[in-house]
């Protein structure tokens, strides 16, 4: 975790939670794609001599090698999106902030920030079979800033990241309260 790039790193800042989605949210994109590649050999080796008419006629031959090859293309290129979506979607949670970076897109990624004072609510949510099965779900933090609801999407562990999250937030909380305090007290006496 030390290793990791951290967005404009404030002094003594220190990374305490980097949070991806769950893995078997990726194995089943993966196992979609799995799916998706392996039909053309099913339907070729189910319907392999009612097929083999087709690869030997002149015209239907190299259509469907052209198809086929544009299937696979296909089937890579959106593997490879949705490896690319997960891996790059990251939560992190540090002494002092909350970093929220999503992957819209292959060329498109949305990096936003909130301190950890200004966190109001953080809600814990499980759905579903393999959601509580494998415990994962998403986390929702709703804040007093400009951008007042993050969401961390697919999560492992939503309630103990929840509860990291509350404590750290009144952590910083006091700690800017006992900083601020002193502040204000010269203002008033000036």
């Known amino acids: 975790m030390h290793r990791f790039y951290l967005p404009n790193r404030l ?5 305490i939670l980097l949070l991806r989605r769950h893995p078997f949210i990726i194995f089943l994109k ?3 794609w799995v799916v998706v590649a392996v039909l053309p ?3 070729y080796f189910i319907l392999g ?3 083999q008419g087709f690869f030997n006629h002149d015209l239907f031959g190299p259509l469907i090698v052209v198809f086929t090859s544009i299937l696979y293309l296909y089937v890579w290129l ?3 999106t949705s490896w690319v979506d997960y891996y790059l979607d990251v939560w992190i949670v540090t002494n ?3 970093i929220n970076i999503e992957q819209k897109a292959l060329f498109s990624r949305t990096v936003s920030e909130q301190k950890l004072y200004r966190v109001q609510d953080v809600t814990a949510e499980l759905k579903g079979f393999f959601p509580t099965f494998l415990n994962y779900g998403d986390v929702q933090i ?3 800033g400009e951008q007042q609801h993050f969401i961390f999407k697919q999560v492992p562990n939503p309630n103990e990241v929840a509860k990291k999250i509350t404590q750290l937030a009144e952590q910083n909380k006091k700690l800017h309260h006992l900083i601020d305090a002193p502040l204000a007290g010269q203002h008033s006496a000036e």
């Open 49 to 51: 001599e009612t097929i």
């Open 41 to 43: 050999l099913i339907f």
């Open 142 to 144: 709703q804040t007093a």
């Open 78 to 80: 959106f593997a490879f």
């Open 30 to 32: 993966i196992l979609l």
């Open 11 to 15: 002094k003594d800042e220190k990374i």
């Open 96 to 98: 002092e902030r909350i």
